[in-house]
């Protein structure tokens, strides 16, 4: 019966191998590398989420997840939300998510958050309310994964033509703009000339959010050499504080994993000045006495906090 049920969950709700190829869905092909590891990426985030649909109790499922090659694990974390938020939404007398990020996703919690935020985008759920029964200050994180997914299956409306999808008002626009951001590295197959082109053709209003972005998926995900990185380092201009915030995000996030990686040392010490455990704790610093939610959410002020830090870093360099 078992098995019954996770066929049914598969043939409803599953992810076709196709739908990680960058050839099928339309991005930028770049160098053959980047894309190969860019695209394990993406089946390593199917491979989660097929885990959740087949059982979602917490314990066997985080067995399988942990069982992935540390580098890519948190990705394989962040399909299972999803695959946990979609059947929470069809059937939501279970809390499965709750459940999952108390037990075996404590330590990936942020990238639970995001993979909520894939099954938003695919349950065309309210937003607000769906937001609102989850932690405060990481809820913005959903719509950081709502933001994601759009690129990353719908770039030509949301890339291109720059829309972004209704129901979403003040600060969520933001939040979103961050995981349109983090999508653009594999839209545009980390090359650093095609992002910057694409970025400088939306609204100024939303460039930093974009970068911040970026800044986060290089240096979660990786791909490219530190000589590119100091490109990008330089693409970003302005907004450099921004990609160092993103890359800050990325570092606390495998910290807490226990998933470091070279790569993300890499980017930390070319955009932020300084190793990713160091950038990890600029973010723990940043958490320190937020105020409550106003007009402007804590989790903003967050960033700006750790934005700060990397611009006074930038000037006493």
């Not at 980047?34 to 109790?57: K, M, P, Q, W």
Request: one cysteine or more; hydrophobic letters at 40%.
């Amino acid at each position: 019966m078992t098995h019954l049920f996770a066929s049914l969950r598969r043939l409803a709700f599953g992810i076709a191998p196709k739908e990680t190829s960058f050839s099928y869905r339309g991005f930028y092909p770049g160098d053959a590398m980047v894309r190969h590891r860019l695209e394990r990426v993406g089946r390593t985030f199917v491979y989660g989420y097929h885990a959740a649909l087949d059982d979602s109790t917490p314990e066997s499922l985080g067995r399988r997840l942990n069982a992935v090659e540390a580098e890519y694990r948190g990705f394989a974390f962040e399909g299972a939300a999803m695959g946990l938020a979609i059947l929470d939404g069809v059937a939501p007398w279970r809390c499965r998510v709750q459940a999952f990020v108390m037990g075996p996703g404590a330590a990936h919690h942020y990238m639970v958050y995001v993979g909520v935020g894939w099954a938003l985008a695919r349950l065309h759920r309210s937003v607000p309310r769906t937001i609102q029964r989850y932690d405060p200050l990481l809820r913005w994180l959903i719509l950081d994964g709502y933001g994601f997914h759009e690129g990353y299956f719908s770039w030509q409306r949301s890339v291109q033509q720059h829309q972004i999808p209704g129901g979403l008002t003040g600060y969520m626009r933001r939040a979103f703009d961050q995981g349109l951001g983090r999508s653009l590295w594999f839209v545009k197959c980390a090359d650093v000339a095609h992002i910057a082109t694409t970025i400088a053709r939306f609204e100024p209003s939303r460039y930093q959010d974009l970068w911040s972005g970026v800044g986060l998926a290089c240096a979660y995900s990786g791909g490219v050499s530190r000589a590119t990185l100091g490109v990008l380092a330089g693409a970003a201009g302005d907004c450099r504080p921004q990609l160092a915030q993103g890359a800050a995000f990325a570092a606390k996030a495998r910290q807490r994993a226990g998933n470091p990686a070279t790569h993300t040392d890499d980017a930390c010490e070319i955009f932020c000045g300084m190793s990713a455990d160091e950038a990890a704790q600029i973010t723990d610093i940043a958490l320190e006495e937020l105020p409550p939610d106003t007009d402007v959410p804590a989790y903003e002020i967050w960033r700006q906090r750790i934005q700060s830090a990397f611009l006074e870093e930038r000037v006493a360099r």
